[in-house]
């Protein structure tokens, strides 16, 4: 049974910094494209990040390109999301997904394995 779950939120000013993580389990990480989606209230559920398990390319959306680093250690079968310079538009719950194809889709529909999520918010 596949297992994701997801921790490192919370609430922070604008301008800071939080690092998510994702522990997997129940599947071979090494084989699985990891991505980053979030989901705000009333909104759709967005791509956020991506990394891919078999060239370890990444690829971000444009609103946190240059904000947020997507990283993995295969060791621990972790995925982690750094997310500096916070903004109150990113308040959203993040959640961790993962997918067998050798490729980052932006839409949760390429994904197979959810996590609960971890709510972020920014506020002053």
């Known amino acids: 049974q596949v297992q994701l779950v997801e921790s490192g939120g919370g609430l922070v000013q604008p301008g800071a910094s939080l690092r998510l993580s994702c522990v997997s389990s129940g599947l071979t990480f090494t084989r699985h494209t990891m991505g980053w989606f979030r989901q705000a209230p009333g909104k759709e559920r967005e791509f956020v990040a991506g990394?891919?398990?078999?060239?370890?390319?990444?690829y971000y959306a444009d609103s946190v390109k240059g904000r947020f680093t997507i990283s993995r250690d295969h060791a621990k079968n972790t995925v982690y999301l750094q997310m500096n310079s916070l903004k109150p538009e990113d308040t959203a719950v993040y959640l961790c997904a993962a997918s067998p194809q050798g490729f980052i889709g932006n839409y949760p529909r390429e994904y197979s394995s959810w996590g609960l999520g971890t709510q972020v918010t920014v506020s002053s």
């Open positions: 990394s891919i398990w078999n060239s370890g390319s990444t």
